[in-house]
């Protein structure tokens, strides 16, 4: 192997290497109460969102967003109201807590069974893309949670 083969191949495998340097957004959510009846009869559901920065980056600011499924297999944003903000920066290795609740427009909701589930690196809502609705990370196929179901009133 000559020397300037060897030179390029050490510089192949510096890129390879360094191109794994990104963040990597990972969600969880979880129900924190049973749900009641807001004073507008809107049902909400507090829940908590955690996500973590499983990758070796520090991230810019992304957004949360969360959604429900209904009974017929139809998907939508849930409103996720949060006091803090839904939106923050995440070292590699770090967690973010969201306290919040779901709400849902009661209308043909009342007294079924969703499932909820948690984005993070999110654009819902947005009517352009922010800045912040785009983390390049490292697995961009991992930032949805697991569903966890909810009976609504």
Do not use: W
């Not at 520090?58 to 996720?80: L, Q």
């Not at 912040?132 to 697995?139: D, P």
């Amino acid at each position: 192997m000559t020397k300037a083969h060897t030179s390029t191949l050490a510089t192949m495998f510096l890129l390879v290497v360094s191109g794994c340097e990104k963040p990597d957004l990972v969600a969880t959510i979880a129900p924190l109460a049973n749900a009641t009846v807001n004073a507008n009869d809107n049902a909400e559901v507090p829940v908590q969102v955690i996500v973590t920065n499983q990758g070796k980056a520090k991230t810019g600011e992304f957004k949360v967003s969360t959604y429900f499924t209904d009974p017929d297999g139809n998907t939508f944003v849930g409103p996720f109201v949060v006091p803090s903000g839904t939106r923050t920066t995440l070292a590699p290795g770090a967690s973010h807590t969201f306290n919040g609740v779901m709400v849902f427009s009661h209308g043909n909701n009342r007294s079924t069974t969703v499932k909820i589930k948690a984005l993070a690196d999110s654009c819902a809502s947005d009517e352009f893309m922010p800045e912040y609705c785009r983390v390049q990370e490292s697995n961009e196929e991992n930032n949805y949670s697991e569903e966890k179901e909810v009976q609504l009133p």
